[in-house]
């Protein structure tokens, strides 16, 4: 059986490539309208590979306290710390560890979606944070791959992606301990006092692995609620 790696492991000089086809997937628009598609186009162009992909992970021994309804990370020094999870914590039920991660595509579209919005051209805001969220996406994809590979070579299965701030009950301000567990520094994410990450567009997560999880592929907490078909919270951007 493998062996698990507690290491921070640092993921640079990321290759994460978007194509029109996969912003014509997140924007609906009335009928056929080339104009909008033509601005796509025209804006992916613009900035196309200005987006700085980054991630770190770490792995940690996880097991849940059922008096205090609370999840216990064990670090590699053998401290341990307390994280509340809320409802989410049923995801983990089956977790002996979990990878704690945080990835970002830097400050650039921030800035330029910014300077589009202050002269005025709110399309093209919308859509360079549009782009910099499927960045963003893809960036997570890469780190869910890691989780995967981990328990499939320990003949293990994946939690579904677990961030502070889900519908299911993860609280914000939890992001403030899971941060502290992670040298996020080391690619250059920060975190401010009110609990939202800089640059804007970084993630914080944890994917949970565990010989009782059935699934190998690392999936959404939507996927398993029983109102997804009602929800109208599902994770996808249109126009």
Known sequence: ??????????????????????????????????????????????????????????????????????????????????????????????????????????QYLDIESANASSKGNLLEAYLIDLIGLTALEKTGDIVKKNAENQARNLGWGVSPFLSPGSVHGWKLEEQKILCSLLPIGRINVNIKNDTVLFPLKSIAAVIGIGPGYNSSEVGSTCDVCSKKNQCQMRQDCYL
């Open 1 to 106: 059986m493998n062996t698990i790696d507690k290491n921070a492991q640092i993921l640079s000089y990321l290759q994460v490539d978007i194509t029109l086809q996969d912003l014509e997937k997140k924007v609906k628009t009335s009928g056929n309208s080339p104009g909008i598609i033509k601005t796509v186009q025209k804006t992916l162009e613009k900035i196309q590979g200005k987006w700085k992909p980054v991630a770190l992970f770490q792995w940690f021994k996880f097991e849940i306290d059922k008096k205090k309804k609370l999840g216990r990370i064990t670090q590699k020094s053998g401290n341990f710390t307390y994280i509340d999870l809320g409802d989410s914590i049923k995801f983990l039920e089956q977790a002996k560890y979990v990878m704690g991660s945080t990835y970002s595509i830097g």
